[in-house]
């Protein structure tokens, strides 16, 4: 089991920063490609970002590319995502995973066995 704990959700105004963080405890976190998904109101879950257990690859969705990076740090556990530029269309509870899939599948949804609880982002306009 793999247990990730969110955190640095909160609400701000159009173009600020957020930063979110997400540590992992349980298993060997390097083992673990690791990403994150968001949900906003009356929406489907969709992917964000992931990156692989290594940090040597990256992959993120049309919509936020330019704008969030994700990045990870195997000592201490913990990935992060750095967002940047925050638009009203980014308000969505946001979710660290873990998994396994390969580099081509990082952006599916059903290669990740552990999700966190998620945490609220809230960008007003």
């Known amino acids: 089991q793999v247990q990730l704990v969110e955190s640095g959700g909160g609400m701000v105004q159009a173009g600020a920063s957020l930063k979110l963080s997400c540590t992992g405890s349980?298993?060997?976190?390097?083992?673990?490609?690791m990403g994150w998904f968001r949900q906003a109101p009356g929406k489907e879950r969709e992917f964000a970002a992931a990156?692989?257990?290594?940090?040597?690859?990256?992959f993120y969705t049309r919509s936020v590319k330019g704008r969030f990076t994700i990045s990870r740090d195997n000592a201490k556990n913990t990935v992060y995502l750095q967002m940047n530029n925050l638009k009203p269309e980014d308000t969505a509870v946001y979710y660290c995973?873990?998994?396994?899939?390969?580099?081509?599948?990082?952006?599916?949804?059903?290669?990740?066995?552990?999700w966190g609880q998620g945490t609220q982002v809230t960008v007003s306009s």
């Open positions: 995973v873990a998994g396994r899939p390969s580099t081509l599948r990082l952006s599916i949804r059903d290669e990740y066995n552990y």
């Open positions: 990156i692989s257990w290594n940090g040597l690859n990256t």
């Open positions: 349980g298993r060997t976190f390097s083992d673990y490609a």
